[in-house]
């Protein structure tokens, strides 16, 4: 029996966000993954490694590689793939393209807080942020909540102009503080190391969900967002000493760790507050790309 190769575009046809969302959450009923990670340098280059295992799911490494000259030679920067292998015996179930697992585990993740932690009739998203990521979020959250209207935050408006062109349902918002304050839900994917989600801007009842900070040098939202908002995260893992969104404020003291209400393992903690923001940080984390990949697997499976 041949092994499946799952290339992006013929992989992606068979996807559901919101059926994505209900195989990460069953994932995370199974035993607590194991992860680990590695990095391989050659000057610029890189060779990345990420490892996860879950007792009942299988065993999933997400390879990549990072050259930056590759783009002056009409190649892509990022190439990669991931190696899913099977929880019965160990042997290797698929390769699926790195770009298409990272997409879907992405947006799918925070897509999953929202769906736990958002007012279900939210009308009106901003996505902020109009890089590659912003586009997984407009249309991961346009299918989790199709009764809302979606508008594009960028600091470049022109990007924003481009990316609500390209998926041709959103609007672009240019006051970040005023729309900030009158979304539901508020989806950032930003390279910022500043915070850029003011907790002055915010109201109760909304919804925050913060993906671009990914090293501990970079924060998204300030130190009174935090305070004020009941705080979830994906993986306390992944997160709590890893991602300056929650490694800075708990080192100053502006939250503790008793602040940090639940991850993924306690999803029936993670519910909406009338009364004070919602606050997600998405980290990550290769059990995600392992719960992602088996989805993916099964999709493809069931349409061969």
Not at 18 to 34: R, Y
Not at 79 to 92: E, H, K, S
Not at 103 to 110: H, Y
Not at 223 to 239: E, G, H, K
């Amino acid at each position: 029996m041949s092994i499946p190769i799952i290339p992006f575009d013929e992989g992606e046809a068979l996807l559901d966000w919101v059926e994505l969302t209900q195989a990460l959450a069953d994932g995370h009923s199974l035993p607590k993954a194991e992860i680990g990670d590695t990095f391989l340098y050659r000057g610029q280059d890189t060779l990345l490694s990420r490892a996860a295992w879950i007792d009942g799911l299988g065993m999933a490494v997400k390879t990549a590689t990072v050259f930056p000259a590759n783009p002056d030679q009409d190649q892509p920067m990022i190439n990669g793939a991931v190696n899913l292998f099977a929880d019965r015996d160990g042997t290797l179930s698929a390769l699926i393209d790195f770009h298409l697992v990272t997409k879907w585990k992405t947006a799918g993740d925070s897509l999953l807080a929202a769906l736990r932690l958002a007012d279900p009739d939210s009308k009106r998203i901003l996505i902020v942020g109009a890089g590659t990521v912003g586009q997984s979020l407009c249309e991961s959250f346009a299918a989790g909540f199709p009764q809302a209207r979606l508008s594009i935050w960028n600091r470049t408006t022109a990007k924003a102009e481009e990316l609500a062109k390209t998926v041709g349902y959103a609007d672009v918002a240019t006051s970040l503080p005023d729309t900030v304050n009158s979304a539901d839900i508020v989806v950032t994917a930003t390279m910022s190391s500043d915070p850029i989600i003011k907790g002055e801007w915010l109201r109760p009842g909304q919804h925050i969900n913060l993906i671009g900070a990914y090293r501990a040098d970079m924060r998204e939202a300030d130190d009174d967002a935090l305070r004020m908002s009941r705080v979830y995260v994906d993986s306390f893992d992944t997160t709590v000493g890893h991602i300056g969104e929650i490694k800075t404020p708990l080192d100053a003291g502006v939250i503790t760790r008793d602040d940090l209400l639940a991850d993924y393992y306690d999803l029936s903690a993670f519910i909406p507050d009338p009364a004070r923001p919602t606050l997600f940080k998405n980290g990550g984390g290769a059990h995600l790309d392992l719960m992602t990949s088996r989805y993916i697997l099964e999709k493809w499976q069931e349409a061969q």
